[in-house]
T-cell receptor, first 113, second 110 residues
Framework: NAGVTQTPKFQVLKTGQSMTLQCAQDMNHNSMYWYRQDPGMGLRLIYYSASEGTTDKGEVPDGYNVSRLKKQNFLLGLESAAPSQTSVYFC????????????FGEGSRLTVL | GQQVMQIPQYQHVQEGEDFTTYCNSSTTLSNIQWYKQRPGGHPVFLIQLVKSGEVKKQKRLTFQFGEAKKNSSLHITATQTTDVGTYFCAGSSYGQNFVFGPGTRLSVLP
């Protein structure tokens, strides 16, 4: 019963460093998402993937890149981390992009110094 | 773009009191979802509303979708300490991704 698994759970970066957040789901869902959560701002969509091999920008895509080479995996990359990217990142998946329940991972807390 | 607002931002109640959070969208929604996030946890789906004027109940929780499909509410009757957390609404306008509100943080004093 893994559901959505994110790694790593915690990460500290220096400004300018790069890293990749990994997300895996075992529910055979078509759609996957990356959100960031900042105090008082709810969850903001960074990128999403409606189906394997496709990706699209969300509300706040600048400074990020994604890839969905396999249906079960959705990767979020930071090429050159900035302090403004300090946040909690949540990966989610759903059977259907427009109507399905979102299943969230446990989150990844990223600090950029 | 679509905006989703929630009020209040914070609510402190005594255990046993009722609690209501309101969600308002700048655009007409095709459906709305509600999520609960416990402190330090991740959002967990509670319910989805689709029809205008729809009311759904889950034990002590009552969810409503407005007639104009631009607002929604979550009401908790007789709160318990297990209700502590942040409640988010997320609305989807036709063909668009879900947009989350900023959430209402509920604390329950025993």
């Amino acid at each position: 019963n893994a559901g959505v698994t994110q790694t790593p759970k915690f990460q500290v970066l220096k400004t300018g460093q790069s890293m990749t957040l990994q997300c895996a789901q075992d529910m055979n869902h078509n759609s996957m998402y990356w959100y960031r959560q900042d105090p008082g701002m709810g969850l903001r969509l960074i990128y999403y993937s409606a189906s394997e091999g496709t990706t699209d920008k969300g509300e706040v895509p600048d400074g990020y890149n994604v890839s969905r080479l396999k249906k079960q995996n959705f990767l979020l990359g930071l090429e050159s981390a900035a302090p403004s990217q300090t946040s909690v990142y949540f990966c989610a998946s759903s059977p259907d992009r427009l109507a399905g329940e979102l299943f969230f991972g446990e989150g990844s807390r990223l600090t950029v110094l | 773009g679509q905006q989703v607002m929630q009020i209040p931002q914070y609510q402190h109640v005594q255990e046993g009191e009722d609690f209501t959070t309101y969600c308002n969208s700048s655009t007409t929604l095709s459906n709305i979802q509600w999520y609960k996030q416990r402190p330090g946890g991740h959002p967990v789906f509670l319910i989805q509303l689709v029809k205008s004027g729809e009311v759904k109940k889950q034990k002590r929780l009552t969810f409503q979708f407005g007639e104009a499909k631009k607002n929604s509410s979550l009401h908790i009757t007789a709160t318990q300490t297990t209700d502590v957390g942040t409640y988010f609404c997320a609305g989807s306008s036709y063909g668009q991704n879900f947009v989350f509100g900023p959430g209402t943080r509920l604390s329950v004093l025993p």
